[in-house]
């Protein structure tokens, strides 16, 4: 079975320090991972992926992870954090294409930018 | 490509009641997902579709819950005899099978129920 834990609810940071989001996984099958961000009253939308290429993966907003096989982890980073960045974000596991490609979700970290 | 779309945004219901959801893809993407998401959570997998056809369903879409997806293009998610318990937000999301963008679900905007 595949699951995904988001060892932090919240995080709070000030606005251009660093963030770091951590996600571990678990998986039976080679998974691709995500990351997606979900603005208050907005959709989700993806910012990285990874799926067995390089395994440091570069996303949108200056956002980038990486996949550590032998951490089962796929931490979120930012160098330098931006207002715009608060929101809530999701670290997501995949079979991949092989299967139905479902998502399974982790519950979350909320991550707050301070002035 | 116009991206996902929801219809509604929001339904407030009375308990009892039935309630239909629609979802338009990404024109050319072949599969279809619903999910669901409660208040502090990440979504739950509902149901996934490939062309016309519902190749799974979570346990948690009860007999109360039917999905369909008749022409292979939009989707309809139906509850009948809605409960407090259904209150959420019901997300949609599209994807190609194959291909580079394989396994990338886009998402739409989201139908939130709310049952009194």
């Known amino acids: 079975a595949q699951s995904v834990t988001q060892l932090d609810s919240h995080v709070s940071v000030s606005e251009g320090t660093p963030v770091l989001l951590r996600c571990n996984y678990s998986?039976?099958?080679?998974?691709?991972l995500f990351w997606y961000v979900q603005h208050p009253n907005k959709g989700l939308q993806l910012l990285l992926k990874?799926?067995?290429?390089?395994?440091l993966v570069k996303g949108i907003n200056g956002f980038e992870a990486e996949f550590k096989k032998s951490e089962t982890s796929f931490h979120l980073t930012k160098p330098s954090a931006h207002m715009s960045d608060a929101a809530e974000y999701f670290c997501v596991v995949s079979h991949g294409s092989s299967n139905t490609g479902k998502l399974i979700f982790g519950q979350g970290t909320t991550l707050q930018v301070k002035p | 490509d116009t991206g996902v779309s929801q219809d509604p945004r929001h339904k407030i219901t009375k308990r009892g009641q039935n309630v239909t959801f629609r979802c338009d893809p990404i024109?050319?993407?072949?599969?279809l997902y619903w999910y669901r998401q409660t208040l502090g959570q990440g979504p739950e997998f509902l149901t996934y579709?490939?062309?016309?056809?519902?190749?799974?369903k979570s346990r948690l879409l009860s007999d109360r819950f039917s999905a369909e997806r008749p022409k292979g293009s939009f989707s309809t998610l139906e509850i009948q005899r809605t409960e407090q318990g259904d209150s959420a937000m019901y997300l949609c999301?599209?994807?190609?099978?194959?291909?580079?963008?394989?396994?990338?679900?886009?998402f739409g905007p989201g139908t939130r129920l709310t049952v009194l």
């Open positions: 998986s039976s099958y080679s998974p691709s």
């Open positions: 024109s050319e993407h072949n599969r």
């Open positions: 990874y799926t067995s290429a390089a395994t």
């Open positions: 999301a599209s994807s190609l099978a194959g291909g580079l963008d394989a396994d990338t679900q886009y």
């Open positions: 579709f490939q062309n016309e056809a519902q190749l799974e």
